[in-house]
């Protein structure tokens, strides 16, 4: 019987040992990595986020075809000024 109580009192130390590496071990891994999380309305992907470069691409025209419409246009006076310029002579 002594002996199993030995083999109990070695499980317990054991299992003690082995929660408080995974309660220390737990945290400490997902601060080190960098977990994904929200912050005022951010994803932030790595707590580097501030020393990330920031990408800012300013908003475009409203209109995403300005030079084909504007190249369009400039061939459609050019066609009626030519059609002017041959019923005029």
């Known amino acids: 019987m ?3 109580s030995t083999m109990r009192s070695v499980n317990k ?3 003690s040992l082995g929660s408080l590496v995974v309660a220390l071990l ?3 891994m997902t ?3 960098g977990c994904q999380v929200e ?3 951010q994803t932030l992907p790595s707590p580097y986020y501030l020393t990330d ?4 691409y300013p908003p475009g025209p409203e209109f995403k075809l300005a030079r084909e419409a504007a190249a ?3 061939q459609k006076e050019a066609i009626e000024s030519q059609q002017q310029e041959a019923l005029g002579n």
Do not use: R
């Open 2 to 4: 002594s002996g199993d």
């Open 13 to 15: 130390k054991h299992l």
């Open 26 to 28: 737990g945290p400490a």
């Open 31 to 33: 601060v080190l990595t």
């Open 39 to 41: 912050y005022a309305g």
């Open 53 to 56: 470069d920031i990408q800012y």
């Open 72 to 74: 369009m246009q400039e």
